[in-house]
């Protein structure tokens, strides 16, 4: 299939490129939680409500929390578009008949500045969010999150006990 070493190396390279872009990818869910939104949407709005509600943010609070989510939303979602064309420009690289390392590479550099970009921005937004938030208020978000985790942990080990063995793990 591929000739020489330099075309394992590239295929190799565009795979990867994948999965970089692919982590690039900012989620496709928002705060405003309505229709347009989807479900998964609507889960995350009711998510920051309950925190909201948690720290017993004021209205204003609110106002600010909102207006910093939907600013990220929109900045992420260009982001989004951003690395869907990378996404597809590593396809098209990975299908011609000869695969450009460079290419690859290049294209690789992009997809880590863009995962980067990405997470720079949901930085921002979570300080934002923090410089409207009284640490009190700050605290009590933090001990409900901690407890959320520790009932996903108790859940998954749970799950766990419960599954089969993988077959690959299966004495032979």
């Known amino acids: 299939m591929f000739k020489t070493r330099l075309q394992r190396l590239a295929a190799v390279a565009v795979f990867a490129l994948g999965a970089v872009v692919a982590q690039a990818q900012p989620p496709m869910h928002g705060p405003r939680g309505d229709e347009h939104d989807g479900p998964r949407m609507k889960f995350e709005h009711e998510h920051i409500e309950r925190m909201l509600d948690v720290a017993d943010a004021s209205d204003a609070q609110r106002q600010q929390i909102h207006a910093i989510l939907m600013a990220e939303h929109k900045d992420l979602m260009a982001q989004h ?16 008949p000869t695969v450009d390392a460079q290419a690859a590479e290049a294209l690789r550099a992009k997809g880590e500045a863009l995962h980067d970009a990405a997470s ?8 934002d969010i923090a410089n409207v938030l009284t640490p009190e208020q700050r605290t009590r978000i933090a001990h409900m999150m901690a ?8 859940h998954m080990k749970a799950m766990a006990e419960h599954r ?9």
């Open 81 to 96: 578009e951003e690395g869907r064309q990378l996404h597809e420009q590593g396809e098209a690289l990975f299908a011609a």
């Open 120 to 127: 720079k921005r949901m930085l921002k937004a979570r300080l």
């Open 147 to 154: 407890r959320q985790h520790e009932r996903m942990e108790a």
């Open 164 to 172: 089969p063995p993988h077959p690959a793990s299966a004495p032979q």
